[in-house]
């Protein structure tokens, strides 16, 4: 796996313009994407697990 293959949380709070607050609220709820805890304590997630993620929020809009 290469460090491309992986965002960082801040990646996807540039992405989405959400609060910090909000990212971690979703994570908590389990309304967020997948991430893997690394042993600094940083969170990642998977490049692919984020792309699901977002079309299943899209598919969940449209209702």
Known sequence: M???????VKDCL?????PRSTFYRWLATGRGPDTYRIPNGKRL????????WLEKQK???RG
């Open 14 to 18: 540039r992405i989405l313009r959400v």
């Open 45 to 52: 997630i998977n490049r692919d697990d984020w792309v699901k």
């Open 59 to 61: 598919s969940e809009q």
């Open 2 to 8: 290469d460090s491309d293959d992986f965002l960082t």
